[in-house]
Structure formats: structure tokens, C-alpha cells
């Protein structure tokens, strides 16, 4: 069973950047069709925000495209979240993922996803 461990969050003012990392705890015993990043602010249901496909075509939801830019590091595995010019409402927990399931690239639903990180908090103001 892979471990997911996510880092790289903190606290930025609006227009600032970081870099999310998720880093597997170990090797995946088969390749995940989807890896993603999803985030939950309080009182909001938990959203996707960019997946990544075997083959690494991406997809970003619409409030993120051209901002937050996902990719996955094929040595290491290690996916990664680089987010630049940050909002206010970006301010969530953000949670690394991965999926067997052909249903996550077209329908990325959470519940598609196996393994989940323990999430790393982001804070823009």
C-alpha cells in the first residue's frame, strides 16, 4: 500500500506562489490512470483541481487554468502542484490522489480515487 505525503504549503498574499509536493512512500504496484490534486475549503465540497493521466495529458479546472500547473516527476513519482499568481479563494486544504479507475480523467470524481494523501493547508490573503 503506497503512502501519499503531501508538503509545501503555507501562507502567501494574493498574487504569490507556491509549489505543492506529493511524495509516494513507496513504489505503486500498478500504475495509477489518474493522478490529481483536489483541495476543500471550509464549508465547500471537495473539488478537483488538476489531473494528470498516464500518458501525462492534464486537465485544470476552469478557475485555475493558467495558474496552477500539475506534473508528475517519472523517476520519483513525486507529483507536484506549482500555483502562481494565488487568490483568496484558493485558501483550502489541498490533497494529493490516485486512481485506477478510467472514470477519473473524464469524470474525476473523489470517489474514483483510492489513495489520498493527508493534505497540506494553503493560505492566501
Known amino acids: 500500500h503506497v503512502q501519499l505525503v503531501e508538503s509545501g504549503g503555507g501562507s502567501v498574499q494574493a498574487g504569490g506562489s507556491l509549489r505543492l509536493s506529493c511524495v509516494p512512500s513507496g513504489s505503486f504496484n500498478t500504475a495509477p490512470f489518474c493522478r490529481a490534486w483536489f483541495r476543500q475549503a471550509p464549508g465547500k465540497e471537495r473539488e478537483g483541481v488538476a489531473n494528470?493521466?498516464?500518458?501525462?495529458?492534464?486537465i485544470n479546472t476552469d478557475s485555475v487554468k493558467g495558474r496552477l500547473t500539475i506534473s508528475r516527476e517519472k523517476g520519483t513519482n513525486i507529483l507536484y502542484l506549482q500555483m502562481n499568481n494565488l487568490k483568496p479563494d484558493d485558501t483550502a486544504t489541498y490533497y494529493c490522489?490516485?486512481?485506477?479507475?478510467?472514470?477519473?480523467?473524464?469524470?474525476?470524481?473523489?470517489?474514483?480515487?483510492?489513495?489520498w494523501g493527508q493534505g497540506t493547508q494553503v493560505t492566501v490573503s
Open positions: 494528470i493521466r498516464s500518458d501525462g495529458g492534464t
Open positions: 490522489t490516485a486512481a485506477h479507475d478510467i472514470r477519473c480523467w473524464d469524470d474525476p470524481k473523489s470517489s474514483y480515487f483510492g489513495t
